[in-house]
Nanobody, 121 residues
Framework: QVRVVESGGGLVQAGGSLRLSCTAS??????MGWFRQAPGKEREAVSC????????YYSDSVKGRFTVSRDNAKNTVYLQMIILKPEDTAMYYC????????????????WGQGTQVTVSS
C-alpha cells in the first residue's frame, strides 16, 4: 500500500522559516513534487526533485527562498522554506511520479493529504 505523508507545517511570522517533510512508503524511488493550494486559488506547482536527487523545478515565486532535497535512505523529501511571506500561506502537498518531474499535477500518481502553512504578517 502506497502512503505519502507530509509534516512540518505550522504558523510562522513573515520572514521566518519552516521545513516540510514528506515520507513515502510502499513505492520505489520516484520523482517527488511539492504543490500548494491557497484558499480560493488553484493548486500550483512549487518544486520537483528527481529520484536521483537532481532538482528539476522551482516556481518563480519561491526561487531563492525554497530548497528541495531528499534522503533516499529514509524515503523522505524535504522542502526548506526561508524568508516566508504571507502569500506563501497555503496547504502544501507532496506527490510522487513514476513518469517524470514536471509542474503538471497529472503526472503525479500518489498524493499526500497536505500540511498547512500559515504565514502571519
Amino acid at each position: 500500500q502506497v502512503r505519502v505523508v507530509e509534516s512540518g507545517g505550522g504558523l510562522v511570522q513573515a520572514g521566518g522559516s519552516l521545513r516540510l517533510s514528506c515520507t513515502a512508503s510502499g513505492l520505489a524511488l520516484s520523482n517527488m513534487g511539492w504543490f500548494r493550494q491557497a484558499p480560493g486559488k488553484e493548486r500550483e506547482a512549487v518544486s520537483c526533485i528527481m529520484w536521483n536527487g537532481a532538482t528539476f523545478y522551482y516556481s518563480d515565486s519561491v526561487k531563492g527562498r525554497f530548497t528541495v532535497s531528499r534522503d533516499n535512505a529514509k524515503n523522505t523529501v524535504y522542502l526548506q522554506m526561508i524568508i516566508l511571506k504571507p502569500e506563501d500561506t497555503a496547504m502544501y502537498y507532496c506527490a510522487a511520479s513514476y513518469d517524470y518531474c514536471s509542474d503538471s499535477q497529472v503526472n503525479f500518481q500518489y498524493w499526500g493529504q497536505g500540511t498547512q502553512v500559515t504565514v502571519s504578517s
